[in-house]
């Protein structure tokens, strides 16, 4: 049998994904649900056979071009891991249709966790605890896939942090290097720190009181960010207040990637307080709710609604954590959120919500969005523009790394942030040809391209979230999620013929 290293990637991938049906498996024998543990039980032996005959078939051959080949492998993974994820909710859900399950496992798979079955009761609560295990692995990709992949050629928001003379310096490095076993290595110092916090988080939970397959669910949807639960979300699932803070703690690692271990840096070692992505966090969870704190308070008064102290702070809770939730794509609500609501007499400030998703977490995390990195290098070029007009023979400080970071560094994140805006009014206009309208449809490019599901039923007024679309609508936001998690700078990378020849 050929070693793991001289495997190519998707069909590890694919062992992988056959070997974790039988934890599913297992849950449904476990509570009597016998129909879909047959189903998990003869998808994995599948699976796992084809994984088999692949890796018989593959083993050896290395290709020509290591980093677009690897390239090619993540953009490949998104696409056919999904499929192979649909095989048995499937199965397993015999009333619904192939296109639900792909999308469904797309959505869960690129952290989005979007779902179109919202019904109590609907999914068994195995295929519900298959859907967070498969947006968990999906989390983990993304955090070896930075680390091995996309760092090294500095793509998903390196290009900030190293970009003109590093990059063509560490380039000939990445090409060098043996991809296969950077992939493994990368994997085996990140698996243990990534199942280590979800066990953390999966007792903190039960210790607060959610029943212990819902709360490993949670565990699994927080660090991955795919905010993928059941239907009722966090409050239905109990635990109340010590179990949002037990989120809230989980949604941090989403914020820098130096809060996990292993992670890749390229910065000189700073005290964690002085990460940028750490201050713009630290602004928005603080100046947002305190907006929205004020102006709960002016809709009391005006109302004539109780302002009693108990509901303030439910109030300032809510909004604090359904901030962090948002900006770091995943989507979970607090309870508070809706009590501040109707405390203040408000609606829900979906704008904001949009607003935070699209900004998302920071670089090399799970997070989606444009990322906080990208966010810090325009304002930092911004700011220095603002001095040149004030004071036009003034020398910017800061050294070497602050100069690249406001001009080359601001470059590329402008530019990923002009193929963002180009892409979102691509799947809008797609999703307007599909007969979607054109609110929701801008929201649920959004949320789908920001990999933030929730966003489609929280932003919109009726709540609708991917309810009731057609399968072209459904086709159109399926690749809007794929293109969101892959970030179209990697995409263009791959797909570019120039790129090829360099």
């Not at 009693?308 to 962090?324: I, R």
């Not at 036009?392 to 193929?419: D, H, K």
């Not at 805006?421 to 490019?445: C, D, I, N, P, Q």
Request: charged content about 15%; glycine content about 10%; some cysteine.
């Amino acid at each position: 049998m050929p070693r793991a290293r001289d495997l190519p990637l998707i069909v590890l991938m694919i062992g992988i994904a056959g070997a974790a049906m039988f934890l599913p498996c297992a849950h449904a024998f476990a509570t009597g649900d016998h129909r879909t543990g047959r189903a998990f039980l003869y998808s994995g032996l599948m699976v796992l056979t084809l994984a088999a005959m692949l890796a018989l078939a593959t083993a050896t051959p290395r290709p020509r071009d290591v980093v677009r080949s690897q390239l090619t492998t993540v953009a490949l993974a998104s696409v056919l891991m999904p499929a192979v994820a649909s095989l048995p909710f499937a199965v397993a859900v015999p009333d619904t249709r192939l296109i639900n399950a792909w999308f469904e496992m797309v959505a869960a798979f690129t952290t989005t966790g979007g779902t179109l079955y919202e019904a109590p009761g609907r999914l068994p609560m195995s295929v519900h605890l298959w859907r967070a295990l498969v947006g968990w692995l999906g989390g983990f990709f993304v955090l070896v896939a930075a680390a091995a992949i996309l760092a090294p050629i500095n793509l998903g928001g390196f290009e900030v942090l190293t970009p003109g003379a590093d990059r063509q310096a560490r380039g000939p490095v990445a090409r060098r290097a043996d991809p296969a076993a950077r992939v493994l290595y990368h994997a085996r110092t990140l698996f243990p720190v990534y199942g280590t916090i979800t066990l953390a988080l999966w007792l903190l939970l039960l210790v607060a009181g959610q029943p212990s397959t819902l709360a490993l669910i949670h565990a699994m949807g927080t660090l991955s960010t795919s905010g993928i639960t059941v239907p009722g979300g966090l409050e239905a699932a109990g635990g109340g207040i010590a179990a949002e803070a037990v989120v809230f703690a989980g949604l941090l690692f989403a914020i820098t990637r130096r809060a996990m271990p292993g992670a890749p840096r390229r910065e000189r070692p700073e005290p964690l307080w002085r990460d940028p992505e750490v201050r713009i966090a630290a602004v928005l969870l603080v100046a947002v709710p305190g907006a929205l704190f004020v102006r709960h308070w002016l809709g009391a008064i005006e109302s004539d609604l109780p302002d009693d102290l108990a509901s303030a702070g439910l109030a300032l809770w809510g909004a604090v954590f359904t901030v962090l939730s948002f900006l770091t794509t995943t989507g979970y609500e607090s309870a508070g959120w809706g009590d501040a609501r109707v405390w203040s007499g408000l609606e829900a400030p979906g704008l904001i919500l949009l607003g935070l998703s699209i900004m998302g977490g920071g670089v090399a995390t799970t997070a989606g969005g444009v990322r906080l990195l990208r966010v810090y290098a325009l304002y930092r070029h911004a700011r220095r523009e603002l001095e040149r007009i004030a004071h036009p023979s003034s020398v910017g400080g800061g050294g070497r790394e602050a100069r690249s970071l406001r001009r080359e560094g601001a470059y590329a994140a402008f530019i990923t942030f002009m193929l963002f805006a180009l892409t979102l009014g691509a799947l809008t206009a797609a999703l307007a040809v599909a007969g979607v309208g054109f609110e929701r449809s801008v929201v649920l490019a959004i949320s789908a391209l920001s990999t933030t599901g929730p966003l489609a039923e929280l932003a919109l007024a009726g709540g609708e979230g991917f309810l009731r679309l057609n399968d072209a609508a459904k086709v159109v936001l399926a690749a809007g999620m794929v293109l969101g998690r892959l970030e179209m700078v990697a995409l263009l990378a791959v797909l570019v013929p120039a790129a090829w020849r360099r």
